[in-house]
Every structure is written in structure tokens, then in C-alpha cells.
């Protein structure tokens, strides 16, 4: 396998939406690093799929809610293994419901370091590879950033800390590197959503119907190959979820 091919970063990467940006991005072309933080077997289950179909891949445990030592190990792995980056996907990310009295300073630091620091840092410390690579990054914001629910305070603050960073760091990186968001609506139902909390949510999706993590999957090769002209966009992934 050459070792020229174009690589790209998920963060997040051995499960849902992550996954399926990964195997997209490979049937692209792309050569793969992914991050986990628990997941171990997905992901290297994912990486023997990947060098299978002939993909140089890699799996990296990276804890990003401890942000300085992980960002730090990401960075040294990447660069020792492929020597080059044209693509940054921050994907990972951790969803987790605390009202405002439920809400402590231990939540807010680890939902701002995941989604706000780990992005940030990660491409501070990738921005030559991009640059010279004329690459691309695409941060995962969420639809919540914008229509927060007071039961995910300290999560739809931290995503949207997220899309802010997205339009400073289109800002930075240009002209040489696209920023993007992608703020889905539902994509993948939560495993403990219940059913009637569905049904309601449907009735305010224009297309009457949730997305998929491949709608996610294809925004992205979207952006990064034939989208070359768009840069510090939060796109809306919610099937008309925003115009209600």
C-alpha cells in the first residue's frame, strides 16, 4: 500500500454515526486513524475490516475528557504511523442528560473537554499536515446547540461552544483548509428513548422520518471532495426538524 494515500482522523469512531463515516471515507480512498475511548473490540474489529479491504488503519484509545494527554498521544500516533493528515472528523462525543440543579462541575468539564477543547487542540497540533494537504475538518454539532432541552443543559452548552469554534477555526485555517459543521437532528434513536417520545419527536420532522448515520456518513465525503467551496457552515441534518 502506498504510503502517499490520503488519510483521515475520526475521532469517536468505532460505533454509530462514527462508524459509518469511517467505512465511507474508506471506500473513498482514505486510509484511517479512529479514536475509542471504551469501545475496544468495535474498534479493532473495524480496523481488521479496514486493512482487509486493503485500507492502512489505526485504533488509538484516547480518553478525550482527559484532553491534554490524549490530544498529545493522537497527535504522536498519527504522525508516526502515516506521516501526513487531510482530514480531521470530530465525532466523539458523549451524550448525557443533567438538569440544572443535576448539573456539577465535573459534567461541565468533561462535555466541554470532548466537544470544545479535544476539537480545538486537535487542530492546533494538525493544522501544517492540513494546511499543506489542503485538507478538510468537519466538527459534529448537534442540532441541540441551536433548540437546547433544559434536561441536556451542560450538553447543548457544550455543542455549542462547538459551532462557535467551527466559524473561528474556518476563520484560521483558510484558505487552505475547509471547516465545517454537521448539526444532525435524530439520526440514530437513543437505546433509551421510548417510544412515545419518538412518535412526538416525528411530528415535527418535515420528512416524517428520523435520518441515518449513512446521511452523516455522506455529508461528509460530500465536503471533503466535491464540496470544496464551503467553508465555516453549520449544516442542518434534521429532515426539516428547524423549520418547526
Not at 450538553?155 to 454537521?182: D, F, H, Q
Request: charged share 20%; proline share 3%.
Amino acid at each position: 500500500m502506498a504510503e502517499n494515500n490520503r488519510v483521515a482522523l475520526v475521532t469517536g469512531g468505532a460505533k454509530r454515526v462514527g462508524r459509518a463515516i469511517v467505512l465511507q471515507l474508506a471506500k473513498a480512498g482514505y486510509d484511517i486513524a479512529i479514536t475509542y475511548r471504551t469501545s475496544e473490540n468495535a474498534a479493532n474489529s473495524l480496523v481488521d475490516e479496514l486493512r482487509h479491504a486493503g485500507r492502512r488503519a489505526l485504533a488509538i484509545e484516547a480518553d478525550l475528557t482527559q484532553v491534554e494527554s490524549s490530544v498529545e498521544l493522537i497527535h504522536r500516533e498519527v504522525r508516526q504511523y502515516f506521516g501526513r493528515l487531510d482530514v480531521l472528523v470530530n465525532s466523539a462525543s458523549i451524550y448525557k442528560a443533567a438538569t440544572l440543579a443535576q448539573t456539577d462541575i465535573q459534567l461541565l468539564r468533561q462535555l466541554d473537554a470532548i466537544h470544545v477543547h479535544a476539537p480545538l487542540l486537535l487542530c492546533q497540533g494538525f493544522s501544517a499536515m492540513l494546511r499543506e494537504n489542503r485538507g478538510h475538518v468537519i466538527n459534529m454539532v448537534d442540532l441541540l446547540a441551536a433548540r437546547p432541552w433544559p434536561d441536556y443543559m451542560a450538553y447543548c452548552a457544550s455543542k455549542a461552544g462547538l459551532w462557535s469554534l467551527t466559524m473561528s477555526l474556518a476563520r484560521e485555517l483558510a484558505p487552505e483548509v475547509t471547516v465545517n459543521g454537521i448539526a444532525p437532528g435524530v439520526v440514530q434513536w437513543p437505546d433509551d428513548m421510548p417510544l412515545l417520545q419518538r412518535e412526538q419527536y416525528l411530528k415535527r420532522v418535515a420528512l416524517a422520518r428520523t435520518g441515518t448515520p449513512q446521511d452523516v456518513a455522506e455529508l461528509v465525503e460530500f465536503l471533503i471532495t466535491r464540496g470544496t467551496y464551503i467553508t465555516g457552515q453549520i449544516i442542518r441534518l434534521d429532515g426539516g426538524r428547524s423549520l418547526f
